[in-house]
């Protein structure tokens, strides 16, 4: 096992930069011991993250995206999660092994996050304020005057209007995309070296997603703030991401910048993901969907975890191991038949 961390380890280095990077996980796995079996919800992710780059995480629902990073953040639930290997260093700290503290003083920090449906994140019995500037009394130890103050700057930055009087307000008193500012301005007001988006746009109209987006990439500029951008949504990827990395089944089957990877997809199932997407279909033609269902992680899978839903795969495909291979630099995948030059 230490063989193949290293090799995963030194892959992902090797295929990115020769720049020791600002963020490097090798070989997490992360696993949930339930009384159906250990659900195996990421199983050996390897990547790494440069200052000010933006990494786009893909795959659809259930491919391990987000307890990914909420692992990275110790966000999981011991029991029944369990972190049963792996690295993750941040500017030298290891995130899965320092102590509490140590975490403590990172998490809110150095790295913020935008969870999963903001708009029910906001506690409905606090006022705005009250949350916006906890994360500034905690870490920066102002005072409470001074901290209100750069709340209503924040609050103004993100786009809300009448920012003094608003910051008083409770949360049902603000639409959806409102909130969805507060908790974007919350995650950016210690002014994070690492920003984990975790598909802040869901379920919003597209002229809100879109400018919730550009405050994003605004507020990445301005902090050369790294950003990690979880979706299932590949248009928002291939406008606002540096690299992407495709998930599946708890593992990554692909990873390139991002132009490499919608230009010259490699893997079935990066190319699959493409031409699911409804704006790529012919007009009056039945929408494309990938056939069958992903995989049950709670039962082990030695081979290719797409294999079953493949128009490629052959008999050894369903039998032999996989792993991350680069096919030039920066662009890594890991199907059999690619990686033998037969598709």
Not at 36 to 54: H, K, M, N, P
């Amino acid at each position: 096992m230490p063989h193949l961390v290293n090799d995963r380890f030194n892959l992902i280095i090797q295929t990115h930069s020769h720049a020791m990077p600002f963020l490097t996980v090798a070989d997490l796995r992360t696993y949930f011991h339930t009384r159906s079996g250990v659900v195996r919800a990421v199983d050996g992710v390897s990547f790494s993250l440069q200052r000010g780059e933006t990494l786009g995480i893909v795959g659809e629902s259930g491919s391990g995206k987000s307890v990914t990073c909420y692992s990275m953040m110790g966000l999981i639930a011991q029991p029944p999660g369990k972190i049963e290997s792996g690295t993750a260093f941040f500017d030298g700290v290891d995130l899965l092994n320092c102590s509490p503290a140590q975490a403590r003083s990172i998490r809110g920090k150095r790295i913020s996050m935008i969870f999963q449906d903001p708009m029910t994140s906001l506690n409905p019995y606090l006022r705005i304020g009250e949350q916006l500037i906890e994360p500034l009394l905690i870490h920066e130890k102002i005072s409470h005057k001074d901290a209100i103050k750069r709340g209503i700057e924040m609050l103004e930055a993100v786009g809300i209007n009448d920012a003094a009087s608003r910051i008083s307000q409770y949360p049902h008193e603000f639409s959806g995309g409102m909130r969805q500012r507060v908790m974007i301005a919350m995650a950016l007001i210690t002014k994070p070296e690492l920003l984990i988006a975790d598909e802040p746009t869901t379920a919003l109209d597209v002229t809100v997603q879109a400018q919730i987006l550009e405050l994003i990439s605004k507020m990445q500029k301005e902090l050369n703030m790294a950003v990690i951008f979880i979706t299932h949504d590949l248009a928002v990827v291939s406008g606002l991401c540096d690299r992407v990395q495709v998930m599946y089944a708890g593992r990554i089957l692909e990873t390139a910048d991002t132009r490499s990877l919608f230009y010259n997809p490699k893997h079935p199932y990066t190319q699959a993901l493409q031409k699911s997407i409804p704006a790529n279909q012919a007009k009056g033609k039945e929408l494309f969907t990938i056939k069958g269902l992903p995989p049950d992680v709670s039962k082990p899978l030695p081979s290719c975890p797409f294999a079953p839903r493949c128009d490629f795969a052959v008999e050894r495909c369903l039998t032999e191991p996989i792993s991350l291979t680069a096919l030039s630099e920066g662009h890594a995948q890991a199907c059999l038949r690619v990686q033998a030059k037969e598709i």
